[in-house]
């Protein structure tokens, strides 16, 4: 007899561990970007900063993508078995 999803119930411990540590990484990357984006860059104008900013963010977004892409199935089986 199989148990659907719906049936199981949910841990919800483990819901907010992971919230918990998706909110850590974004929080990360949102200190390190408006870190970076204030140290002195010389002779730039206010509208190359404001493009710096945005490649900085666009670059987080990135970063966020790739750390989901650990969260799936497939890819934590194989992240497994290499270790």
């Not at 907010?16 to 104008?45: A, D, F, H, S």
């Not at 990135?62 to 890819?75: L, T």
Request: aromatic share 8%; glycine share 4%; no cysteine.
């Amino acid at each position: 007899m199989s148990v659907s999803l719906a049936e199981q119930p949910i841990n919800t411990a483990e819901i907010q561990n992971r919230e918990w540590v998706r909110t850590l990484e974004q929080l990360l990357l949102l200190i390190l970007i408006l870190g970076r984006w204030m140290l002195p860059k010389g002779k730039l104008t206010h509208d190359q900063l404001s493009q710096l900013l945005l490649v900085y963010i666009g670059t987080a977004a990135d970063i966020v993508e790739f750390f989901e892409a650990f969260s799936e199935k497939q890819v934590s089986k194989k992240r497994r078995s290499l270790s």
